[in-house]
């Protein structure tokens, strides 16, 4: 499994934009870069996917850089409700299915009114 | 419409008194897990299925045991409950392979357990 380091916690103000690295460098080929948040006292919940390049929803976009060795999670105009955890996860579905979902530290983040 | 359902959300069990906390899903999926959470703490995982096959992780106590009777339900059983067992236990289930990526897993809201 890919290490993974992302900061431990993240201070921002309503409105702002929020982006929050995770390295990865020792990613495999075929490994994806997937992002969850976590709200108190909830399951985690899945943001976003991505292999390379830039990936987009309603929710947040995933920037990849060409080597793969990080990745930012890119939160718009981030509001009270967006104070949570957040983990960023590397890793590939096996053929088998054999796969274990493993977490990090992840990021918390606080927003202030 | 909730997809996985874990009961009970709130359990308190006595010191060593066995407890079984249960999971379902309607989706079919067929890779379930279940994590421990402590306070500030990530998701740890515990085990994991592909359908029938388990997969219990190395530092797993042997407290911890799993039940998977069918696709749609999964058991947690603890044997003998710990103090230290006090946590919020997820289920967690992902769509089938598709040849891409991790896929999106589904958590349920947990089970929140006291050990008394």
């Known amino acids: 499994l890919a290490k993974i380091t992302q900061p431990i916690s993240m201070d921002s103000y309503e409105g702002q934009e929020v982006n929050i690295t995770c390295s990865h460098n020792n990613i495999a080929t075929n490994d994806y870069i997937t992002w969850y948040q976590q709200f108190p006292s909830q399951g985690p919940r899945f943001i976003i996917q991505g292999y390379k390049t830039k990936v987009t929803n309603e929710v947040a976009s995933l920037f990849i850089p060409a080597d793969r060795k990080s990745s930012t999670l890119s939160l718009p105009r981030v509001s009270l409700s967006d104070t949570a955890v957040y983990y960023c996860?590397?890793?590939?579905?096996?053929?088998?299915?054999?796969?274990?979902?493993?977490f990090g530290k992840g990021t918390r983040l606080s927003v202030i009114a | 419409d909730a997809m996985v359902i874990q009961n009970p959300r709130y359990q308190v069990t006595q010191f060593g008194k066995p407890v079984t906390l249960s999971c379902s899903q309607t989706?079919?999926?067929?890779?379930m897990y279940w994590y421990q959470q402590k306070s500030s703490q990530a998701p740890k995982l515990l085990f994991h299925?592909?359908?029938?096959?388990?997969?219990n992780e190395a530092d797993t106590p042997d407290n911890f045991q799993s039940r998977r009777p069918n696709t749609s339900f999964c058991f947690l059983d603890i044997r003998s409950p710990g103090l230290g067992d006090a946590a919020m236990y997820l289920c967690?289930?992902?769509?089938?392979?598709?040849?891409?990526?991790?896929?999106?897993?589904?958590f349920g809201q947990g089970t929140r357990l006291t050990v008394v």
């Open positions: 299925y592909y359908d029938k096959d388990f997969n």
């Open positions: 967690a289930t992902s769509r089938p392979f598709t040849g891409t990526g991790l896929g999106e897993a589904f």
């Open positions: 989706l079919n999926h067929n890779v």
């Open positions: 996860l590397v890793g590939f579905l096996q053929l088998s299915g054999n796969t274990p979902l493993v």
